[in-house]
């Protein structure tokens, strides 16, 4: 089983990203893998290194890869006047 885990300080973790690497391999491991959301994270930046406690775990396992979430993908990507090279 391959876990997914992403994590905000935020008291609702609302929106997650992804790469499309990430995404790929959910799509491919359909139902083998499981997604772990977690908010509410306490970090103490005053440790050396900080260090990262608590919070709220909503877990979904197996995860299908869209329900219950939904996808949302917004790309901008410039137009150059002068192509890199």
């Known amino acids: 089983m391959k876990v997914e885990v992403k994590g905000t300080t935020s008291a609702i973790l609302d ?3 992804m790469t ?3 995404v790929a391999l959910h ?3 359909h139902g083998k893998t499981a997604l772990a959301l977690v ?3 306490e970090l103490d930046q005053s ?3 900080p260090t990262a406690s608590g919070g709220k775990l ?3 396992n197996p995860w ?3 329900t219950p979430l939904f996808w949302t ?3 901008c990507r410039p137009k150059l006047t002068h192509p890199r090279g």
């Open 15 to 17: 929106a997650v990203l």
């Open 20 to 22: 499309a690497n990430e």
């Open 27 to 29: 799509t491919a491991e």
């Open 39 to 41: 908010s509410n994270i």
């Open 47 to 49: 440790a050396s290194p």
């Open 58 to 60: 909503e877990l979904f």
């Open 64 to 66: 299908r890869g869209s």
């Open 73 to 75: 993908l917004v790309e």
